[in-house]
């Protein structure tokens, strides 16, 4: 299964790369997911009734333009709906950085959405440094004989 970033996504939060307004929208819809949702994206109506859910008002049709005309100039206001409809930061528009940083966080959510991904999580937890260097040489192993080449690296937040 491959990653929800689209292939012209900035590659980590280290390097983020500039993107349209409707390619970060776009993204959001492609990566976010309705709980229970059973892998489905949100709707356009979906995400205006939870931006007025969260005190914003944005119409779905305002939403569908913004997601397809890369020349229209939203309000803050619009972006302040949309970030509350996606349960993103509104600095996702307006910071590259900050959009690559949340761009990972979301593919770490998505990827805990397989089952099979998360019970591997969680029967990892507890393990000795040893042990789970051991684990990723597997994974890696098992990723190169797939074809799916090397696995995302998380930003290094080692000095924390």
Excluded: C
Excluded at 6 to 19: L, M, Q
Excluded at 62 to 74: A, C, E, K, V, W
Excluded at 88 to 114: G, K, M, P, Q, W
Excluded at 127 to 132: D, V
Aim: net charge negative; glycine share 8%; hydrophobic share 35%.
């Amino acid at each position: 299964m491959g990653s929800p970033r689209p292939t012209d996504a900035p590659g980590t939060a280290r390097n983020p790369r500039r993107r349209t307004l409707p390619e970060k929208i776009e993204y959001l819809f492609a990566t976010v997911r309705p709980p229970g949702g059973l892998g489905r994206s949100y709707t356009v109506r979906e995400i205006s009734q939870r931006a007025e859910a969260a005190g914003h008002s944005i119409s779905h049709s305002h939403i569908h333009q913004l997601r397809r005309d890369p020349g229209r100039s939203p309000t803050v206001r619009a972006l302040e709906a949309l970030a509350a409809g996606f349960g993103v930061s509104v600095a996702y528009f307006f910071n590259d950085e900050t959009a690559a940083r949340i761009e990972d966080d979301l593919e770490l959510l998505a990827a805990l959405r397989d089952g099979l991904v998360r019970d591997v999580a969680l029967h990892a937890a507890g393990l000795s440094e040893a042990s789970l260097g051991s684990i990723m040489q597997m994974i890696d192993r098992a990723r190169e004989w797939e074809g799916l080449g090397e696995a995302p690296s998380p930003e290094d937040d080692s000095s924390s």
